[in-house]
Structures are given as C-alpha cells and as structure tokens.
C-alpha cells in the first residue's frame, strides 16, 4: 500500500533535556510541520505522529507513514478550546454536557466524537460526519500545537496493529527512516491512549476506555460502553496493539504450564513468585496500583516482545476503573 520509500529519510531524536535544547526542538518541529512534514511528539497518553490537521496532502502521510487504512479515522488536537467550533458543530441541546466536560478534563486525555465542519479534510475522519478532538495536556506538544496555531492531526506513532510508543525510542524502532523528527519528552504519563468518547444528547457513549474512566465520567451523564461490534470507531479493530510474540490471557498464572523446550514469559498482575515457569517476567504494578499498570502496559509488552520468547502470558487485571482499559488493550493484543 505505501507508495513512499521508506529508509530514505533520516529520522532524528531532538532532547528537550536543557531549555535550549527544548526550544529549539519545538521551533524544528512546528517549521517541518509548516511545511507540510510529520513529526512524532509526546502526549501525555502514548506518542502521536503529527501533521496540519487542516491539510490533506500532510495528512496523507500519516496514513503512508503508519500503513494505516484510510477508513480509519485519526484524532485532531486543539491548540486551545476557541478552536472547538471551528471545527465542530455543537447543537444546542448537547452543548451543556460538551461544555462541562471540556472544563472538566481538557487539556487531558479526552477525546470528543462530534459532527464536523467543512474546515476538516474528509480523509482526517475516513469521509465519516464526525470528527473526534482532543486537547493535549502535554507541555511539549501544546506549545508545538499553541506555536503552529492550528489543529494537529496525530495518531499514536507506531505502524499500524502494532505496540503503542511510550517513549522516544519506541517510535524510532517503530518508524526509523519515515520520519525526519522525534521530540523527545521522555516517558508519556498514562501509557495508553485517550479515552473516546460520543456525547448523545445527556448520555456519554465510551467508544474506547483509556486514562478517564467510566466513574469518572459517571456524574456527566449517564454513561455506557459502545458495542464494539458495531463500526462507529472503526480504529477499535479486535486485532491492535498487537507484539510479534504471540500472546495469551489467563485468570490463574499459576496454572499455566510450559510445553518442553519452549520459553514463556509473562506479564504479571499478582506478585505470585515464579521460579522456572517463565524465563522473563515484568510486572505491572509492584503496589498493584492500575495507574501504574497501565503506564507500564506497552512498555513491558515490548519488552517482552524483544525476549526472543514462544509465548507473552498476561495474567488479567481487575476490570474496574483504568483496569477496563488495560484489558481492552490485552485482548485486542492477544487477538489474531
Ligand atoms: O491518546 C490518544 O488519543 C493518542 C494521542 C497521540 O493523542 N492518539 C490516538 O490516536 O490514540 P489513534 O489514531 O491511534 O486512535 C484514534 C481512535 C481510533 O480508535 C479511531 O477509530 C477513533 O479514535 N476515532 C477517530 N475519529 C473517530 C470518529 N469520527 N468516530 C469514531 N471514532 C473515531
Ligand atoms: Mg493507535
């Protein structure tokens, strides 16, 4: 599918370690974006590959770069909340539930279904009516976004199906020779992407759980999952976030026995000590703390994903609170 060269372009990694060094990758980052180029930037969710959301020639190299099918519609970030009916068309009756949770948790890890206006290329949201829109809470990328003065479109930087990236190296083993720039923010806060959501009239559809959980969103309205059967988030594929090593959940980790001469490693929820069972082993959160977890997820997973293992073994996590969207992740990366 991809028409571009890959290996052509040298992928840089800009630090932001000193301020100097901080200003002047953002100051690379917004010319390459104002001439039309993408660059991976830090969220405070996973990294995001960006481009001029309002123009369809950047935009089509997002879904070049990341081998993305184009019905699979990508996200715009905000540069501030003045932009949100500019390219969205809020009706009077949804307006106060929009209002209030755009108060509530923007800038922060929510992204709105909406209707869209004609100011957004048709291939940003796969020809759909809607648009989904967020606001970065991440002090790089909102003074990139702030400083180019116009929306962002940005996709988590990883090829598509693949591991999300939570750092500046995962995005450089998932796009090296794609891309010209990596601004480098460190470790991402939340390690899984925003919560999607559609607002419907008082009702609050979660189209993808993530950092904002269901209570949460609970004293908005009411609120309910989307059947994922159906394809109004089309990015909500059973198969995502996918490692290279096959990947199985289980409820009881101890059960688990190894076929002979096979190497298993595991991605641990309980603190159960394991002696030979499992020849690598990462656990998500020491204090069994699902914040925490879900930070690690798709770091550990690629971990063990480099271990030259048969088999990832995830022992399931509670499904409550950010633990619906850690086993979102898991069954879709175990999905094949
Ligand atoms: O945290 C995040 O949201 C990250 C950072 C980089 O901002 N971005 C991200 O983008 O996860 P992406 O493209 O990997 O996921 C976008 C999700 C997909 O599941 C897509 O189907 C859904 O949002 N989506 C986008 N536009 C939509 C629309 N108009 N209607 C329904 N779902 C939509
Ligand atoms: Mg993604």
């Keep these: 599918m991809p028409a571009r060269i890959f290996n052509a372009v040298k992928t840089e990694i800009a630090s932001t370690s000193s301020p100097n060094e901080r200003a002047l990758a953002i100051t ?98 796969a020809g759909l009516t809607t648009v989904a829109v967020r606001m970065s809470a991440h002090p790089i990328f909102r003074e990139v976004v702030q400083s180019f003065g116009q929306p962002l479109a940005a996709p988590s930087a990883n090829r598509f199906g693949r591991i999300s990236p939570t750092t500046a190296a995962d995005v450089l083993e998932e796009l090296v020779g794609r891309i010209p720039l990596i601004v480098d923010g460190g470790s991402t ?48 594929l059973p198969s995502h976030y996918r490692p ?18 096979q190497r298993y490693g595991a991605l641990l929820w309980s603190d159960v000590p394991f ?21 690690n997820l798709f770091r550990q997973l690629r971990e063990l994903d480099h271990a030259n293992l048969d088999c990832i073994v995830a022992e399931a996590v509670p499904e409550k609170g950010l633990g619906i969207a850690i086993m979102d992740r898991l069954r879709r990366a175990a999905h094949r």
Excluded: C
Excluded at 203 to 228: A, W
């Design 28 to 125: 690379r980052a917004v010319a390459l974006l104002q001439a039309g180029e993408i660059v991976a930037l830090p969220t405070e969710t996973v990294y995001g590959l960006a481009a001029d959301a309002l123009s369809a020639t950047a935009v089509a190299k997002i879904f070049e770069t990341k081998e993305r099918p184009h019905f699979d519609p990508l996200i715009v970030h905000l540069p501030g909340p003045d932009w949100l009916e500019k390219i969205t068309v809020i009706k009077g009756d949804a307006r106060p539930l929009i209002e209030r949770l755009a108060t509530a948790f923007w800038p922060g890890p929510l992204t709105m279904v909406l209707p869209k206006t004609e100011w957004i290329p048709s291939l940003v949201t």
């Design 189 to 236: 806060t939340h390690g899984i992407e925003s919560t999607v959501i559609a607002p419907r009239g008082g009702v609050i559809e979660i189209l993808r759980p993530g950092p904002i959980t269901r209570e949460e969103l609970e004293s908005f309205g009411q609120v309910q999952f989307r059947n994922s059967d159906k394809a109004e988030s089309p990015g909500q």
């Design 275 to 295: 002696s030979q069972t499992f020849v690598e082993s990462r656990r998500l959160s020491p204090a069994r703390d699902l914040r925490e977890a879900a930070a």
């Design 244 to 261: 290279e090593t096959p990947l199985m959940i289980v409820d009881d980790i101890t059960a688990v026995s190894v076929p002979q001469g």
